[in-house]
């Protein structure tokens, strides 16, 4: 059974950051594709990052300010976030593929976290 325990939310003033955490357990990362995406209220879920193998993917509108990785030996995924903005207000979710091919689209991933929410004040 695979689980993903996601934290490092919380409230930021405009131009913080702040370190998401992803958690998994059940499958390994490193051969997983493993997504961040978010969701604010009213809105649909949005696809922010990716990591797979051979590399990284990232929507526009956090292309050069966030950051996504892994470690594989603590089979966990990381969002880091720099230059909040408070446009970037939402809960935000781990998911997990297990294929190396990763997607943009929610009905593409498997697996699914509980969600943490991230506040950025302007």
């Known amino acids: 059974q695979v689980q993903l325990v996601e934290s490092g939310g919380g409230l930021v003033q405009l131009g913080g950051s702040l370190r998401l955490s992803c958690a998994a357990s059940?499958?390994?990362?490193?051969?997983?594709?493993m997504a961040w995406f978010r969701q604010a209220p009213g809105k649909e879920r949005e696809f922010i990052a990716a990591?797979?193998?051979?590399?990284?993917y990232y929507s526009d509108s956090v292309q050069g300010r966030f950051t996504i990785s892994r470690d594989n030996a603590k089979n966990t995924a990381y969002l880091r976030m720099n230059s909040l903005k408070p446009e970037d207000t939402a809960v935000y979710y781990c998911?997990?593929?297990?294929?190396?091919?990763?997607?943009?689209?929610?009905?593409?991933?498997?697996?699914w976290g509980q969600g943490t929410q991230v506040t950025v004040s302007s």
């Open positions: 998911a997990l593929r297990p294929s190396r091919w990763y997607g943009k689209e929610a009905s593409d991933y498997d697996y």
């Open positions: 059940g499958r390994t990362v490193s051969s997983s594709t």
């Open positions: 990591i797979t193998w051979p590399g990284t």
